[in-house]
Each structure stands twice: as structure tokens, then as C-alpha cells.
């Protein structure tokens, strides 16, 4: 730690190339590194005489006025154009805005070894390398993990494990799982009369846009038959082929991690990401990057000692790509009065991007939002702003991880916020989603990944730094979220050992 007296300017400055440990600096607490670079000001230049007044350069009223007159232009002209091009700029590149009062005070707090004052950004406590490990374990070596499967299982045990290494455990219940069964037959009934439902009561153009971005739903199980069919369209005559082809029972469970808070009747806020794949992929993207991001999110969190006043719960969901079930699963597990105090949800699917160069969008998507006197559902052209979905515009505005841009809110629910959006729970999915440039119109030209349930779901062709980037965003509208929501007993949890 520096200890010279010079007053210092603490400047933002990841500087993406240098390697993740150069960027840091360690302030004897492995969770409070931080990336704020300081430098010295420059030392003053030693005065030197001014040159005297050349004999020609003596003062004319004519030269003044003519000076004064060049101003106008000057004031009129090029000031406006100026500002308005700077305010233009700051538009789009909302990255890195000049650091507020409060957040030089934190940086000088933190690098002066008080890191449990800092309130503001523990997402810069999100290790790469530990989400490239993760990565690693979930799509290179367990690889597919459609429901029932190997791999179903084996990713469970494997974020059990890491769960249990954060001191999570199923004796004192901060640690559990939840089995379900999928029943195809039933799901079938129930998609059909969704569609139907949905269909009725929403515009065909708007209606058709979001089936075209769609997520999950029955024609996503791979290696069905049919692959050809559009696999958001529903069609009766893929269940048939499900059902022909595979079981129609399925086995599977989701895992939760509570982390507790001193608050009385705390709110809950679920952080999850879906642990299942459809049939025939590594999922990279969907959802191993989702996986990776959570359990990183649950580190960075749950090595905090601050009490953030809410209850945290990690779900890492199954079931999702056949209809969101490990999710529906979870709250119809609840009790009322622990329904009620859900106050948020921070879903993560598809957490990086693919590198196949078409230009990519980070979204926050919703679909519906609370107003205090009842709850409404958006649409695609007025997506719902709700108050999970503004924390992440609020951290986003703090700092973007050298995104040029968040989308948010955009308008879509085939992902797993579709339950929790049900049951009137502000609700967002952060996802990285593909730009499609045949479509003029914002919110509406942004579609899933190309690469999404195919074959070409794979770690080589995955993106990390978008993985990382997501996992902060998490962290930080976590942080965000759970700060207005804190009451005022906040105290800080049992020392780390
Ligand atoms: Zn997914």
C-alpha cells in the first residue's frame, strides 16, 4: 500500500489486455481486489520567464474588436455543435463516466485496507479463470446434459460440490435439491392451451415476432425427428415424434443455495441459470456459460461478509428446455407466505456470446413489472422496466465492463424468468442475444444465437470475455437490487475464517 501523503486521483481503468492479476490489486482480502488504477499528478513544470512583448505585437483597438468579432462564430457555432456531439457520444458510449465524489471516497477507503466499507462493486471480484474451469468441467469434459441424462446428473454433482466447498450444506438446509418429474403428456396439454390462450390475446404481428426469438419450447429437443420444422413454430406433430422417440416421463432435480441474512421475514431474491441442455449439444452457451456465471456469482456473494438484508437463493434450475419446469417446480414447492416475500430474479441464460462475428446485443429482458398497485405485463412495444431490470441499468450506467452498450428492457419470457413473471415477480433474463441487420427497428431485430441448440454449441466457438462480462453485470445489479430493498439493520456476517 502507498503511504506518501501526495494527494492521488484514483481513475477507472481495466485495461482488458493486461492479464486479469495485473489488473488487481490484492488489499489482504482475496474478495476485495480491486482494479481502480492510481497515478500521481504530473509534477508541475518549472515556470520560465516569458518571452517580452515583441515591439510589433503592441496593443490596437482594431486587432480587439476584430478578435472579439471572431468569437461569435465561435460561441454560436462550434460550442453547440461541441456539446451536442459530446452529449451524442456519451449516448452510445455510456462506458466509464468520469467517477463520482462517493466512488473516489471508496476507492481511497478500500486501498486504505477497510475493503467492508465498499458497497459499490464486488463484481470486480469475478475470477476469469475460475469461470474458464467451470466452463471447462460442465461442456468440455461433462459435455450434453439433457434431463435424465449423464451429463444431467453429473452437472448437478459437480455444482453441488462447488456449492459445498462455499460451506453451503444439506445439514443445516442452506443446501438442497428438488426433484421433479416432466410429464410430456401433461406439458403437451399445457403448451397447447397456452399457445391458444396467447395467440387469442395477443396481436398476430407482435405475436409472430416473438415466436420467431423464442427460446424454449417443443420443438428445441434436438434430434427429433422433424429438425428441419422451425423450432419455435409449434406444432402438434413434434410431441408425437417426442413421445415416439423418447420417454414420456423424465427425472431430474434442481439445486438451491440459501444464503441467509440477520433481516427478520427477509425478501428473497433468486439468482439462477438452467443446468439442462435440449438433446443433441455441449451447450456452451445455453447454459453452460449460464452455470458458470451463477456459481461464480454465488463465490463472489457468498465470500462477502456484507450483510446485503435479503435473502439470497442460487437455483440452478432442469427442465428448462422442455418448459421450464425445474423453475415452475421450485415455486410450487413454496409456501404462500414464502412466495410473497419474493421480491426478485436475476436469471442468467446464455451467458456469452458465440465468436462467429455477427454483431451481438447484451440484454436484460422482462416481461412484466409491478407498479405498486398491481402488476402488468410489457410488450414489444413497451417492454416492462421493473425493479430488477432497472438495478441492471443503474449498474450498467456505473460500469459497463467495456460493453459499448446494454439492450434493456427488451421484451421476451421463453427462459425461465416465464414462471416467476406468472407468479407477479419482477423478474430479468441476462443474456447475450445476436443482432439481426435485415430488421431496422430496436427490440425487435434482436434474435437468439445462431449457434443455439445446435451442434455448433461449443466451447471453441464460445465467447469468454462476454462470460465474464455477464457475470459482473449479475454481481453488480445484484448489489444494486439488494441496496434499495436493504432495511436499516444492516450489519456485517460472522468474520470469514
Ligand atoms: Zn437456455
Known amino acids: 500500500m502507498q503511504t506518501s501523503s501526495t494527494k492521488r486521483i484514483y481513475k477507472h481503468n481495466p485495461e482488458p489486455e493486461k492479464t486479469f492479476a495485473e489488473q488487481f ?53 462550434i460550442v453547440p455543435a461541441g456539446w451536442m456531439h459530446y452529449h451524442a457520444y456519451m449516448r452510445e458510449h455510456r462506458h466509464f463516466p468520469p467517477l463520482s465524489d462517493e466512488m473516489q471516497a471508496v476507492c481511497t477507503r478500500v486501498l486504505n485496507g477497510a475493503p467492508e466499507e465498499l458497497e459499490v462493486s464486488l463484481s470486480n471480484a469475478v475470477q476469469p479463470q475460475r469461470l474458464q474451469q467451470d466452463m471447462q468441467r460442465i461442456v468440455g469434459e461433462i459435455g450434453n446434459r439433457f434431463v435424465a441424462s449423464d451429463g444431467d446428473e453429473a452437472v448437478r454433482e459437480y455444482v453441488l460440490q462447488q456449492l459445498a466447498a462455499l460451506e453451503y450444506s444439506e445439514q443445516d438446509g442452506s443446501l438442497y435439491t428438488l426433484p421433479f418429474t416432466i410429464d410430456i403428456e401433461a406439458t403437451r396439454e399445457r403448451w397447447v392451451k397456452k399457445e391458444k390462450d396467447e395467440e387469442e390475446e395477443e396481436d398476430s404481428e407482435w405475436s409472430s415476432l416473438e415466436r420467431s426469438s423464442d427460446h424454449a419450447g417443443p420443438g428445441d429437443v434436438e434430434g427429433a425427428p422433424d429438425e428441419t420444422q422451425d423450432e419455435d413454430e409449434f406444432d402438434e406433430d413434434d410431441y408425437e415424434l417426442i413421445i415416439e422417440t423418447y420417454h414420456i416421463y423424465y427425472d431430474s432435480e434442481s439445486v438451491v443455495a440459501v444464503r441467509p441474512t440477520k433481516v427478520q421475514n427477509p425478501g428473497i431474491v433468486v439468482i439462477s441459470a438452467h443446468l439442462d441442455t435440449v438433446y443433441d449439444t455441449d451447450g456452451a452457451i445455453d447454459n453452460g ?27 440452478f434450475f432442469s427442465g428448462e428446455e422442455l418448459g421450464m419446469h425445474g423453475a415452475s417446480n421450485y415455486l410450487d414447492t413454496l409456501s404462500e407466505e414464502e412466495r410473497a416475500r419474493h421480491i426478485g430474479m436475476i436469471n442468467i441464460d446464455m451467458a456469452a456470446c458465440s465468436n462467429n462475428g455477427i ?20 410488450s414489444f412495444a413497451h417492454p ?69 441448440h445446435t451442434t455448433d454449441d461449443r466451447l471453441d466457438t464460445m465467447d469468454m470475455q462476454s462470460l465474464e462480462q455477464t457475470a459482473r453485470l449479475t454481481v453488480a445489479t445484484f448489489e444494486r437490487f439488494a441496496r434499495h430493498h436493504r432495511r436499516p439493520d444492516i450489519r456485517i456476517l460472522g468474520e470469514r475464517g
Open 384 to 452: 416492462a422496466n421493473n425493479a430488477v431490470s432497472s438495478a441492471a441499468i443503474e449498474a450498467f450506467s456505473i460500469n459497463s465492463f467495456g460493453v459499448p452498450r446494454l439492450y434493456a428492457p427488451i421484451h421476451w419470457e421463453k427462459n425461465d424468468l416465464r414462471p416467476f413473471h406468472r407468479a407477479g415477480i419482477d423478474a430479468i433474463t441476462i443474456s447475450w442475444r445476436e443482432i439481426d441487420p435485415s430488421r431496422a427497428i430496436t427490440n425487435f431485430n434482436i434474435a437468439s444465437p445462431l449457434v443455439m
Open 359 to 378: 454483431p451481438k446485443a447484451f440484454s436484460v429482458s422482462t416481461y412484466g413489472r409491478n407498479t405498486g398497485s398491481g402488476y402488468e405485463t410489457g
Open 25 to 77: 490489486e490484492t488489499v489482504g482480502d482475496d474478495y476485495y481486489e480491486y482494479n481502480w488504477d492510481y497515478y500521481e499528478p504530473p509534477a508541475e513544470e518549472p515556470s520560465r520567464p516569458r518571452p517580452r512583448a515583441q515591439s510589433g505585437s503592441r496593443f490596437s483597438w482594431g486587432r480587439f474588436i476584430a478578435a472579439f468579432l471572431l468569437t461569435i462564430p465561435i460561441l454560436t457555432l
Open 289 to 315: 456459460s449460464g452455470v458458470a456465471a451463477l456459481l461464480e456469482t454465488a463465490r463472489v456473494l457468498s465470500a462477502s461478509r456484507q450483510d446485503f438484508g435479503v435473502e439470497i437463493r442460487f437455483c
